[in-house]
């Protein structure tokens, strides 16, 4: 009696799912070799010759050759002639060496004819700050500084620093990202008035990145109290906007926000997507749904990119009809929807265990002419999971893997129990199995559940099987309930929680 609402389930899906797409050729691809060389030989068409790049990347690869005198000695007897393309194709293969690489360019800047373009340079200082070898980094830009003159090309450019406010940044030295500034803003050689916001825009946009916001705001607010005729672009504002808000520090983008409409900075369209996200995110629905009457009012038309959020906000408190509303505006004001705006909907419906709202968004989804994709599947075989539809789970991962979208650890997991659950036990072994076939590690809760079911049916070869498989991995042998003080998981899940709660009541 239970099993056919199942079947009514997957007739009713499987044209959305099945029919309507074509298989993927080729689901699996076999990967490279690991024992492959990892040293590419250039193409007869590159604009140097493969026998040097040969030449040089067996002396990189040779142990008894060090950086220095070893290898620059070595590079002479070669008779090489160093370009830039030819240089740039080493930088590329051998980024993990960063100390051969300067030795390399320091040998190439010491050769007859070699002159350096703009793209090498780059990618010398990428090479050194990427590893921290700044000192080396400033050495090189320093003594370029002095080579710069006249009508040839200028190597050292905003480009370059913004390359070291972008390292210093990810190595957590936002003092020296700033102190780079400081000494590049008065090099009238490099800097000039345009330029220079631009590169100030390019220091505030490292530093909030990699979320050192605070600073970046207090080295904004001593620059404006230094010079009050400064006056900031509105990519500055939006980039410290953003910052604060993938920071979650909500309360800080709002102040920011009134400080723009304080000093009659003309909000962007950049400005009023970040807000929208910004209110969504602190389940603020209404709010966000202003910013789009405000944004329409300074004559700013409102795109899929700043509806989605609130699609998905509204969709993910179960608000379905307001969220349909809003995607009849797209068809009013001939705004495409896009696959986000239709997995939103999948999601909030999913959520829900909806199966009837699931069916319709996926129908709707495909004869907009949009295909389902890994996400769309993955939040609709976890549905099915918690709902125990198993034939239709079973059905949703065979299309997944058909279609070459790969099931990540949850969703097999989620499978591999109900499974168990359904006594489906040699299904179960062989998701088990091919979860370790495709690089993922199952478990130890699962492993246990499958193993202590097994042993229960007499399944003792199988079960040994498994034992196999899970000793061939690494793995942990705690349970869930074992990792950590319960306590403690409880009151750090309380407390995202009550910042939410503390935010929406602020609305």
């Known amino acids: 009696m239970h099993l056919q609402k199942p079947h009514r389930i997957l007739f009713s899906l499987r044209p959305f799912l099945s029919s309507t797409l074509k298989p993927n050729p080729n689901p699996n691809p076999i990967p490279s070799s690991p024992f492959s060389s990892s040293s590419s030989i250039p193409t007869p068409n590159s604009n140097f010759s493969p026998n040097d790049f040969s030449l040089i990347s067996n002396l990189f690869t040779n142990p008894s050759i060090s950086p220095g005198s070893s290898l620059h000695t070595q590079l002479t007897l070669t008779g090489i002639k160093p370009t830039s393309p030819l240089l740039c194709a080493v930088f590329d293969d051998f980024a993990s060496s960063p100390k051969l690489l300067h030795s390399l360019y320091l040998w190439a800047e010491n050769q007859p004819g070699f002159k350096p373009d703009s793209t090498l340079f780059g990618s010398v200082i990428k090479s050194l700050t990427n590893n921290r070898e700044f000192h080396s980094a400033w050495s090189i830009v320093l003594n370029q500084i002095d080579r710069d003159h006249g009508d040839d090309e200028k190597l050292v450019n905003i480009g370059t620093f913004a390359i070291m406010f972008q390292r210093y940044a990810r190595a957590g030295m936002p003092k020296e990202a700033i102190r780079t500034f400081e000494f590049v803003k008065d090099k009238k050689s490099i800097m000039n008035s345009v330029s220079e916001m631009r590169f100030f825009e390019k220091l505030v946009s490292a530093l909030c990145s990699d979320g050192y916001c605070t600073e970046a705001s207090e080295y904004f607010l001593r620059t404006k109290e230094t010079d009050p005729g400064w006056v900031p672009s509105v990519r500055v504002y939006n980039v410290m906007l953003n910052g604060w808000f993938r920071a979650r520090k909500f309360k800080h983008a709002e102040r920011l926000w009134e400080e723009m409409k304080n000093e009659n900075v003309r909000p962007s369209a950049v400005t009023y997507d970040t807000l929208v996200k910004l209110y969504c995110q602190m389940g603020c629905v209404e709010k966000a749904l202003k910013m789009i009457g405000e944004m329409t009012k300074e004559g700013i038309e409102p795109n899929t990119t700043v509806y989605n959020p609130i699609i998905d906000a509204l969709a993910g408190a179960g608000r379905f009809e307001e969220a349909l509303g809003i995607m009849e505006r797209f068809h009013v ?21 909806d199966l009837e709202g699931v069916k319709k968004i996926l129908k709707n989804m495909i004869e907009s002419g949009h295909d389902p994709d890994r996400l769309t599947y993955h939040l609709v075989l976890k549905m099915l999971c918690l709902e125990e539809k198993l034939e239709l789970a079973v059905q949703v991962s065979k299309q997944m893997r058909h279609k070459g979208h790969g099931m990540n650890l949850a969703t097999s997991t989620m499978l591999t ?11 179960a072994f062989a998701e088990f199995e091919d979860m370790i076939r495709r690089g993922l590690i199952p478990q130890y809760l699962t492993f246990q559940k499958l193993n202590v079911e097994l042993m229960k049916q007499g399944m003792t070869e199988m079960a040994q099987k498994l034992c196999q498989l899970m000793s061939s991995v690494p793995h ?17 899940r309380k407390k995202p929680i009550n910042q939410k709660a503390k935010a929406c009541s602020d609305c």
């Open 333 to 353: 004001l001939q705004i495409g929807s896009d696959l986000s705006t239709y997995n939103s909907l999948v999601k909030g419906f999913c959520k829900a265990r």
């Open 417 to 427: 129990h109900l499974l168990c659950k359904m006594n489906k036990l040699e299904d």
């Open 476 to 492: 942990s042998t705690n349970l869930p309930s074992t990792y950590g003080e319960v306590r403690d998981d409880a009151n750090a």
